[in-house]
């Protein structure tokens, strides 16, 4: 390899991964910031006002208020969340998210399920 080939694998493996990503869909980012909010928010009506049949059946109040009671003090308002990108599953495009929470010193990928502009699921790993 060239020392020009050399250089430019070399800068392009030193950007942060979101610079490779591609920017979040509009709607996609407007979804999850929806979603984001109303799980800090404790609101599960807000919560599933965008999703879709199939998953309003699958999160029942209790469940939701055990994922809330589970990440009350770590995610807040105004935490760091960097899109990651896109994957096409069985008619579904999930996308995913890193949440930086500033209360914790770990981070979280987040899996947001959309089917016909629908959430489909929301997992946080």
């Known amino acids: 390899m060239n020392s020009l ?69 770590i995610f807040q308002p105004g935490d760091t969340t960097a899109y990651l990108g896109v994957l096409r599953q069985d008619g579904v495009r999930v996308h995913l998210w890193k949440v930086t929470p500033a209360a914790a010193q770990t981070d979280y990928l987040v899996k947001m399920a959309v089917r016909d502009d629908k959430l489909a699921g929301f997992w946080i790993q």
Not at 43 to 49: I, N, P, S, T
């Open 5 to 73: 080939a050399w250089l430019f694998l070399s800068l392009i493996m030193a950007l942060p991964a979101t610079a490779l990503a591609d920017a979040a869909p509009p709607a996609a980012a407007t979804l999850f910031q929806q979603q984001f909010n109303a799980l800090v928010a404790d609101d599960y009506d807000q919560f599933m006002a965008h999703a879709d049949a199939d998953f309003a059946q699958a999160l029942t109040p209790a469940e939701f208020s055990k994922l809330t009671d589970a990440l009350a003090g």
